[in-house]
């Protein structure tokens, strides 16, 4: 059974950046796409965009843009994200999630998903 | 402003059956397939059910999916007090190429 383990809570001051890990268990790392969902407090989900841990390829949601990166380090199973110019709307958790199998988008899910990393925007 | 559309809320009393309804669009759920996740308050989600009416191992069977069009539905059987959480449905977008969430439902059992 994966599992993701992901950085602990982090305190930026506006206009900051901020990195967050997500280390997956077992072997098969490079197999599956790597997602980023953040949940604002109080709030839904909201899909920021993923990495293909093999290629390095990634897409993100147009909301993200310029302000996002997603890395990997395959030598030791982790995903990273890093977001940054933070505002104090960017205060949320964060969670990383594995695709549920490879393939088209359109048939799958996130499965199975991080403990989420809190990050606190405030001045 | 969710690009899924989830009731805010949903009620019912313990034993009763509930249903929790995600609307979207031809770009969304009429084209895939749609998954569905609860979330204990300050936990991660967990996936519940996925391709629209699958459910992971471990899921009990209480819990179902179904799609039609551009909706989908959550139903839930034989109401239990530890099923009063959150709940949100998913799908991918191909107009936008990324995935969109519904706002999530918060179960009340009565």
């Known amino acids: 059974q994966v599992q993701l383990v992901q950085s602990g809570a982090e305190v930026k001051k506006p206009g900051a950046s901020v990195k967050v890990s997500c280390k997956a268990s077992?072997?098969?790392?490079?197999?599956?796409?790597m997602h980023w969902v953040r949940q604002a407090p109080g709030q839904g989900l909201e899909w920021m965009g993923r990495?293909?841990?093999?290629?390095?390829?990634?897409s993100f949601a147009q909301k993200f843009q310029g302000r996002v990166t997603m890395t990997r380090d395959t030598s030791i199973n982790t995903a990273y994200m890093e977001l940054t110019k933070l505002r104090s709307d960017d205060t949320a958790e964060y969670y990383c999630?594995?695709?549920?199998?490879?393939?088209?988008?359109?048939?799958?899910?996130?499965?199975?998903w991080g403990q989420g990393t809190l990050v606190t925007v405030s001045s | 402003q969710s690009v899924l559309t989830q009731p805010p809320s949903a009620s019912g009393t313990p034993g009763q059956r509930v249903t929790i309804s995600c609307s979207g669009s031809s770009s969304n759920i009429g084209s895939n397939s749609v998954n569905w996740y609860q979330q204990v308050p300050g936990t991660a989600p967990k996936l519940l059910i996925y391709?629209?009416?699958q459910r992971p191992s471990g899921v009990p069977d209480r819990f179902s999916g179904s799609k039609s069009g551009t909706s989908a539905s959550l139903a839930i059987n034989g109401l239990q007090s530890e099923d009063e959480v959150d709940y949100y449905c998913?799908?991918?977008?191909?107009?936008?190429?990324?995935?969109?969430f519904g706002g999530g439902t918060k179960l009340t059992v009565l």
């Open positions: 391709r629209n009416n």
């Open positions: 998913a799908a991918w977008d191909d107009s936008l190429s990324g995935w969109v």
């Open positions: 999630a594995r695709e549920g199998v490879g393939g088209p988008s359109g048939v799958n899910w996130f499965d199975p």
């Open positions: 990495i293909n841990p093999n290629s390095g390829d990634t």
């Open positions: 077992g072997n098969t790392f490079t197999a599956y796409d």
